[in-house]
C-alpha cells in the first residue's frame, strides 16, 4: 500500500509495511534516516520532503530429504527453493531395500511440496527386502531340513539337512 501525502514540516509518521503471503519485508530504502533501514514501523519525523521504498524479498530456503536409514536409499531433490514454489522430491530405495513411505504419512515415492517460509526436512523411510526360504524334505519321513525362516534379501544363509535314522542324504533339489 501507499502513504504518499503532504504532511506539515515537523510530523511524526509511521510507515508499515506488510508483506503478502510467502514474501518477507527486507528493509527500508530511500530518505530513511541513518539505522532505521530495517525498523517496522518505520517512524519518521518530516523534515524534509522524502521518498521511502519499502523492500520485500521471498526467502530461498531448503527443503530438505532424509533417508532413514541412510544405507536403505536415496532422497531426490533436495535444493534451496523460493518460499511458495513447489520441489519435486523422489525417495529412491537402494538394491535390496523398499520405500516404506514418507515419515508424514505420504506414500507416494514421488512427491510435490510447496516450500514453506522456513526450511523444512522430509524423511523417506526404507525397509530391507525379506524373502522367504521355505525348506522341504522329500520324503518327508526322510528327515528334516533346518534353516528356513525369512531373511534380508541378498544374506547368506545356511541350511542344513539332517536324515532320519536309516535315510541318507542324497542332494538338495
Known sequence: GSQSGWYPPGANISLTASPQSNWLFIQWFGDVPPGLMASNPLNVAMSQNRAI???????????????????????????????????????????????????????????????????????????????TVSVLSNPTNGGTVAGGGVY????????????????????WN
Open 152 to 171: 534380508q534379501t541378498g544374506s547368506n544363509i545356511v541350511l542344513t539337512a539332517i536324515p532320519a535314522t536309516n535315510w541318507a542324504f542324497n542332494n
Open 53 to 131: 521504498t519499502a523492500i520485500f524479498d521471498s526467502p530461498y530456503v531448503w527443503v530438505i530429504g532424509v533417508a532413514n536409514p541412510p544405507i536403505g536409499g536415496t532422497v531426490g531433490g533436495i535444493s534451496t527453493y523460493r518460499a511458495g514454489t513447489t520441489a519435486v522430491l523422489t525417495a529412491t530405495p537402494a538394491t535390496n531395500w523398499l520405500f516404506n513411505g514418507w515419515a508424514d504419512g505420504e506414500t507416494n515415492p514421488v512427491r510435490s511440496v510447496v516450500a514453506p517460509m522456513t526450511s523444512v526436512t522430509y524423511t523417506a523411510n526404507f525397509t530391507p527386502w525379506t524373502s
